[in-house]
Structure formats: C-alpha cells, structure tokens
C-alpha cells in the first residue's frame, strides 16, 4: 500500500509561473526589468555573511521602518514570505472547512489555488464587461458563511483600478464580520489621483487589510518578501498562523535598505508609468483592446487568438503570459524590451 494525498489535489490546477527562456526578454511576471536597488544588494551581501543564523523570527527592523512609513503601530503589521504566503494566512486565519472566500475572477491565480488547499470554499465572481471588478456582483456573493473577500486594486491580470469613492461605497456595505483583503501588490504603479491609498482605509475600518509587496515596484521578487497592515488583532492572527521563520535575512535587511530609498523608488516608479502610457498608446494605434492599467502590466483580451499571440512573441523572443484563451498580459520593461514587444505585436497577423 503507498502513502496516500488528499484526492481533491487531484483536481487542483497548479500555479503556472511566468516562463524564462534563454535568449528571450521575459515580460511575463510583472517584475521590474531594472533590477534590485543597488542598496538592496548591498544589505543582502552583508547579510550573507550571518546565513549560519535563523533570522530575526519577530522581523523587528523592517517592521519598525514599515511602521514608521506608514505612521501605524508595529503591532498592526504582519511580514511574510511573499505576500501570496500572506494570501494563505489569511485564509488560514479567517476560514475552516465550510466557509467561504469570495473573490473576483480572473484576477490573482493564486486565491482559488490557496482557498482550496486550505480547505475553504472558493466563490469566484466574473469580472465586469470591462475587465474591471463587478462589486455589486461581490456584494450578491457574500453569504452567512463568508469569512474573507480578496479585492485586488489594480487587478492583476487585467490591470484596472478601484476609484476610491466606489471602494468606500462597497466597504459601507460589506458586513462588518467579513474580512477583506486590499490586495494592493502593484500599489506603487498608481497615479491616478481617485485611487484608493489601502492602509488609509484600514485606520478608519477593522474589517480591511492592506497588502502589499517587496517584489514589484522594489523589484525584490526573488527575495520573497510582503506585509499586510491591519488591526492589531488581526496582524496578530496573521503571525500566528505563520510558519516560524518564513521571511528569511536576506530579504528582511533587503527590504530595509529598499525602503530607504524613496526617491529612487520613486524615478523607476515613474519610469514604468511613462511606459506603460507609451506602449498603451501605441498597442491602441494598432488596433489592440488595451484596458486602461494603473498596475506594471497591460491586458489584451484577445481570446481565442491568445495562444497565436503567445507563440508569435516567443517567435520574436519576447515570453509574455497567456491566459488559456482569454488574453495576454504583458509586463513593462525597458524601454527596449517595450520596444521589442511592440514589435512583435505589430507583426502578428491575427
Ligand atoms: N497579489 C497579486 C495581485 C499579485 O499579482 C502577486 C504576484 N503575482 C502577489 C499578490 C504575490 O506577490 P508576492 O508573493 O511576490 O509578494
């Protein structure tokens, strides 16, 4: 007789990662193409030297400098390995075997994967017509049994953006024992001046949790490393039902050096955001649909010809990230990996 595994893994799809091939210029993660700040590296190399030594388990540096960021109390953070593993504590922490979690789809591939392991129920609502998320539609979907909501502004795949008074409209009528997650992952690519700002939210309500990341804007996707900022007694749940240790040195000191350097922050942010203007533009003059984007990416619902787009750009050595047969998304890059994909997208002949 051999070991067995739980048989719902069986129906399980797995998380499909964006692919790196050699040669080819990868827009496929939404990762910043510039690299780590250059003090980010420096702090992980002299971390490096202390690797024979579990990390700081209570993450205290970094949360004190998140803390004084964002002007919230320490307690109110939660640090974790990814903000994906905090997508799990979340779950973890709010829901047993017969509740359920609501969130839009598509968006993050990671909410019905995560849900389903931890045993929850997965309440998934289409998006709008527009690519955008359907709130009334969210608000239909909560039941007695809803513990969590994953809203995620700007939604990744498709990039679009929450105004913040229709945020605040939908808060107002989400019932005040259902926890709901801010997934703001791409937060720093945002400069449209309705957004909605997550941890200001959170001071004047209990039941919202802001996340964030270290992996794109700071470009420390490797390192592993998000924190959710809400109540203390959440933030506390959320350290609970984490595994001990699971935000390593390295990415620690990594995301203590990146948060000292705003400005330079800033000037990347700004980079991405002229680009992805431009290859919005030009991907509309050519007749794409092209969803506005406040996040580092652009959606092209192309359909059935998504798997033809796909190939022509990995002919044209440009890996981007297909979605079955809904749509493309593409990350921005330099400006001459923009190019490249423009390039392509220009050559493609469906
Ligand atoms: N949320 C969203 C919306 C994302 O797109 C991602 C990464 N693709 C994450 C969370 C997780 O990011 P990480 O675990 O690298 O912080």
């Known amino acids: 007789m051999s070991a067995r595994t739980r048989a719902d893994l069986e129906q399980l799809p797995a998380y499909v990662a964006g692919r790196t091939v050699p040669g080819s210029i990868k827009l496929a993660s939404n990762e910043v193409s510039e690299g780590p ?3 980010a590296v420096a702090a992980i190399n ?3 030297t202390q690797v024979h030594r579990y990390p700081d388990m209570g993450v205290a540096t970094l949360t004190g400098a998140l803390a004084e960021r964002y002007d919230v109390a320490p307690e109110q953070i939660a640090v974790g390995c990814g903000s994906v593993a905090l997508c799990e504590q979340l779950v973890q922490a709010t829901c047993t075997a017969s509740d359920e979690v609501v969130f839009p789809w598509r968006s ?3 909410y019905p994967i995560i849900t389903q392991v931890v045993g929850a129920k997965q309440v998934r609502v289409p998006l709008t017509g527009a690519h955008a998320l359907d709130l009334e539609a969210m608000l239909a979907a909560i039941t007695p049994a809803t513990r969590l909501m994953f809203v995620c502004t ?3 795949p498709t990039g679009t953006l929450l105004r913040g008074a229709e945020l605040d409209a939908f808060l107002d009528r989400v019932p005040s024992d259902v926890l709901v997650v801010l997934d703001e992952a791409y937060f720093e690519f945002v400069d449209d001046t309705d957004a909605p700002d997550g941890v ?11 996340l964030r990341t270290f992996s794109k804007a700071y470009g420390l996707a490797g390192a592993r490393v998000g924190y959710a900022i809400a109540q203390p007694k959440i933030a506390e749940a959320l350290r609970k039902v984490s595994i001990p240790f699971s935000v390593n040195a390295l990415a620690q000191a990594a995301a203590v050096a990146s948060l000292r ?3 330079e922050l800033r000037r990347r942010c700004a980079d991405v955001i002229s680009e992805r203007a431009r290859v919005h533009a030009e991907l509309t003059a050519l007749g794409y649909e092209v ?3 406040q996040a580092n990416f652009v959606w092209l619902p192309l359909g059935s010809r998504t798997p033809a787009f796909n190939e022509h750009c990995l002919a044209n050595k440009v890996v981007v990230r297909a979605f079955g047969e809904e749509g493309t998304r593409v990350t921005i890059g ?9 390039a392509a997208a220009k050559s493609f002949p469906g």
């Open 334 to 342: 330099t400006p001459e990996e923009n190019d490249r994909l423009l």
């Open 261 to 263: 350097a705003p400005e």
């Open 46 to 48: 002299e971390a490096a």
């Open 291 to 293: 969803p506005e984007t």
């Open 37 to 39: 700040l250059p003090a």
């Open 108 to 110: 993050f591939e990671a």
């Open 154 to 156: 700007p939604n990744n």
């Open 200 to 210: 200001e939210i959170t001071r004047a309500r209990d039941n919202v949790v802001s």
